[in-house]
């Protein structure tokens, strides 16, 4: 199992979907970890840490950016970019 960390900015009409927090473990078998998180009326950015089989955080990934969600993978140790 691999973990990988993730800089997500979601569009308004996505900030209600719990794509993150119950999507991805149902649909992928993943396990992910919101470890920051900004909301606002018109979009919210949210670093996230994905635990799971490589091949299975990438389908998280693809699915995520399908959705119209912006994902930036966060290097170790790198931090998030401001907004």
Do not use: W
Not at 51 to 61: C, L, Y
């Amino acid at each position: 199992m691999t973990s990988r960390k993730f800089f997500c900015t979601f569009p308004q009409e996505l900030i209600s979907e719990p794509l993150i927090s119950h999507t991805l473990g149902v649909k992928f078998g993943v396990v992910p970890n919101i470890r920051a998180a900004t909301i606002s009326e018109s979009q919210a950015h949210v670093v996230v840490e994905i635990e799971g089989e490589a091949a299975r955080i990438e389908d998280s990934v693809v699915y995520l950016k399908e959705r119209g969600v912006a994902v930036k993978e966060l290097a170790e140790g790198e931090d998030p970019p401001r907004v």
